[in-house]
Each structure stands twice: as structure tokens, then as C-alpha cells.
């Protein structure tokens, strides 16, 4: 009613997409002065607005990191959008950059447990992405464990173990899921393993796991608990290639 200062501008923006750092674009345009009261204008002066805008090349496909850090463990938080359940994704685990805010990534995840599934990740103190890029998969692995000699055998390697016998493993060949979750069941051995809250689970009924241990409640518990690595550092980056798995175990006598 009092004030109709209005101002346009025209022009291009062309982005190169081999240059990672922040490409910026300024526009200026001029306002002027406009203002009525009765129907009489008055006003003569200008004022110069610049409007910049910043573009950031970025590689959509991203991998979850390996923390290290108290709170994280080898797992990082989201949120889901259906319902805003907080998740934990493991290293390593394959997700779509969908867009950026002041606060948040947002993000499709592509492959474990919420496969297909919306979410967002806070950023850094910084605004910083937690999220990084060119992550190398490997081949899916195929493992093998003994029943009757407690041993795990992987890439040639032997590891001590043990099971549960009032629920005995039955020979079969079984798929090995991508991590779910933190599991609270391995904070006891946090001094000896770094990862020993990340367990594997086990196409074998519904709650075994591979994971390192003192004792077995069902699952393939690994008591060379400071070799824990070797075997997590091979099975955190391998895929089977159907979203889920990173590879398979052959129980055998």
C-alpha cells in the first residue's frame, strides 16, 4: 500500500561439473524508489541489490563412514522419514544424496535392512557432511564352519569358536546379511575389539549371528576376540549383490 519497490534481473548460470569447490554467481540488479499515498507516486531514488548464489558439484552416491568415535562404533545415526525412527547404518552401507538444508542430508538408503527407505542425517558442528565418497564393495565372501571342530574358516584362515548345543547349526550353505544395528552384547569386549558391537546375521532361523564372544546362546561365537578385525575388515565391505547380503557360510561337519 505505502511501499512497491520492485526490481528484476536476467541471467545464466553454467556449472562445471569437473570442479568440486563452490562456484559462485553474482547478479545485479537495480530498485527504485516507489511510494503512493492517495494515489499520488512520489520517489527517485535507486538502490543496487547483488544476489549471489553458490553451486556445489556433488557425487550423489555416497557410503556411510567407518566411526570411531564413543557414540557411533562403526554405525551411523538417521532418521527414517515414514515414521522418524532412529536407525543405525553400518559402515560401509550404500546411500543417494537427495538434497541438502541448513541442517540435515537428506538421503535414500540403497542397500541392508531399510533398503529403499527415506531418511536424514545430521550434519557436522561445521555443516559438514559425515557422508563420504569412493568406497570400493568386493566380491561377496564364502565362508565355512566346522561343527564338530568349533572353527570358522575364512580366506584360508582359522578361527576358534563356539556354538550352543541344545540348538545345533545344521549343515546347509547360508547367507550372511549386511550389519543391522549396534548390538548391546558386545560392549563387554569394546578393550579387545573396536567393532565388537557389529554382529553379522545368519540366514538360520530368526536371531543367530556371527559375532565375538566368551559363550554361544545359539549364535557363532568367535572367542579369538582380538582377531575380531581381521574378520570384520573382509566382511564390512563385501556384497552379494542382492541389497541385503555380503556373502554366504557353509556349515559342515
Known amino acids: 500500500l505505502l511501499f512497491n519497490d520492485v526490481g528484476s534481473t536476467n541471467g545464466s548460470i553454467k556449472i562445471n561439473t569437473a570442479i568440486t ?23 527517485k531514488r535507486k538502490g543496487v541489490f547483488e544476489i549471489t ?10 557410503y556411510v563412514p567407518d566411526l570411531d568415535i564413543d557414540k557411533a562404533r562403526g554405525f551411523l545415526m538417521v532418521t527414517l522419514k515414514d515414521d522418524k525412527s532412529k536407525k543405525s547404518l553400518p559402515a560401509y552401507l550404500k546411500v ?16 541392508g535392512p531399510y533398503h529403499g527407505k527415506s531418511a536424514s542425517v545430521d550434519l557436522g558442528d561445521d555443516g559438514s ?34 556354538d550352543y548345543p541344545p540348538a545345533p547349526w545344521k549343515k546347509g550353505v547360508y547367507d550372511i ?21 557389529t554382529w553379522f546375521k545368519i540366514s538360520y ?7 565375538i564372544g566368551d559363550g ?23 556384497r552379494k549383490g542382492d541389497f541385503m547380503s555380503i556373502g554366504v557360510v557353509e556349515i559342515i561337519d
Request: net charge positive; with cysteine; charged share 30%.
Open 216 to 238: 554361544s546362546l545359539g549364535c557363532m561365537t568367535l572367542i579369538e576376540k582380538k582377531r575380531w578385525m581381521e574378520i570384520y575388515d573382509i566382511l564390512i565391505k563385501a
Open 129 to 162: 557432511s559425515w557422508l563420504i565418497a569412493n568406497v570400493k564393495h568386493k566380491p561377496m565372501i564364502r565362508a565355512k564352519y566346522s561343527i564338530s571342530k568349533k572353527i570358522f574358516i575364512l580366506k584360508g584362515k582359522k578361527y576358534k569358536a563356539v
Open 205 to 211: 532361523g530368526n536371531e543367530r549371528y556371527l559375532h
Open 53 to 62: 548464489l553458490e553451486a556445489i558439484v556433488l557425487d550423489t552416491i555416497k
Open 21 to 43: 569447490k563452490p562456484q559462485q554467481f553474482t547478479f545485479g540488479t537495480q530498485i527504485r524508489e516507489t511510494r503512493s499515498i492517495s494515489g499520488k507516486f512520489w520517489g
Open 96 to 111: 543417494k544424496v537427495e538434497g541438502v538444508d541448513a541442517k540435515k542430508e537428506h538421503i535414500t538408503i540403497l542397500e
Open 177 to 197: 546379511a549386511i550389519p543391522d544395528y549396534p548390538h548391546r552384547g558386545g560392549r563387554n569386549y569394546l578393550n579387545q575389539s573396536k567393532r565388537a558391537m
